[in-house]
């Protein structure tokens, strides 16, 4: 079956630092893959997606690769800001439905 | 666009009373999804609808738990006798037709649900 693995959490960061949350994942065939995230109090949206291999999702300075040899899709963004704090979902669908499989979440909290 | 509309936003309620969560989609989506989140279990997909029809419940945990979807703009989520154990945040999110595994999902605001 579909699976995604994200790494153990919370992630605390300094304002301008660089960021990677690490997404691994298990599937047949050809999935495709997502990054959402969560705001405090509210609900999950959308920050990016790739749809094949060697796609790159980017959005709002947010970057991730989907690398089908490592079945990875690591979130990166060069320089955090406070405003980045919230819980980051990693995701996949697979199949001739819009079903996604969630990975756990992982909290990233930025101080000034 | 209004986005996903949940109600009620929060509920408190005793155990043993019934609760009835509600979810209006966004117009033209045509897939319907009900979540879970806990801290301890995180995300989890209790049942989804296509054109009205449930598709997978198989994420709903007992028969406490019902959902329904009468028309394209409205859905249920039902637990009834509720207990502390099903406190949480529901999500309900939509999803446009098209091809489908490439489609991103629209969640709602979310209902906090506390029994007492």
């Known amino acids: 079956g579909n699976s995604v693995t994200q790494m153990e959490g919370p992630v605390t960061l300094s304002e301008e630092a660089f960021l990677t949350i690490n997404c691994t994942y298990t599937?047949?065939?050809?999935?495709?893959l997502f990054w959402y995230v969560q705001y405090p109090g509210e609900g999950l949206q959308l920050l990016l997606k790739?749809?094949?291999?060697?796609d790159k999702g980017s959005n709002k300075g947010f970057e991730a690769t989907y690398r089908k040899e490592t079945t990875s899709f690591h979130l990166e963004k060069g320089s955090v800001q406070v405003s980045d704090s919230a819980v980051y979902f990693c995701?996949?669908?697979?199949?001739?439905?819009?079903?996604?499989?969630f990975g756990k979440g992982i909290t990233l909290s930025v101080r000034p | 666009d209004a986005g996903v509309i949940q109600s009620p936003r929060h509920e408190v309620t005793e155990m043993g009373q019934e609760v009835t969560l509600r979810c209006k989609p966004i117009?033209?989506?045509?897939?319907l999804f009900w979540y879970r989140q806990t801290m301890m279990r995180g995300l989890e997909l209790l049942i989804y609808?296509?054109?009205?029809?449930?598709?997978?419940d198989s994420g709903m945990p007992e028969d406490r738990f019902s959902a329904k979807m009468p028309n394209a703009s409205f859905s249920t989520l039902k637990i009834q006798p509720s207990e502390p154990r099903d406190s949480a945040v529901y999500f309900c999110?939509?999803?446009?037709?098209?091809?489908?595994?490439?489609?991103?999902?629209?969640f709602g605001p979310g209902t906090r649900l506390t029994v007492l």
């Open positions: 995701a996949l669908s697979n199949g001739a439905n819009s079903k996604l499989t």
């Open positions: 999110a939509s999803s446009p037709p098209g091809l489908a595994s490439v489609n991103e999902q629209f």
């Open positions: 609808f296509n054109n009205n029809v449930p598709i997978d």
């Open positions: 599937a047949t065939g050809y999935p495709s």
């Open positions: 790739a749809t094949k291999a060697d």
């Open positions: 117009s033209g989506h045509d897939y």
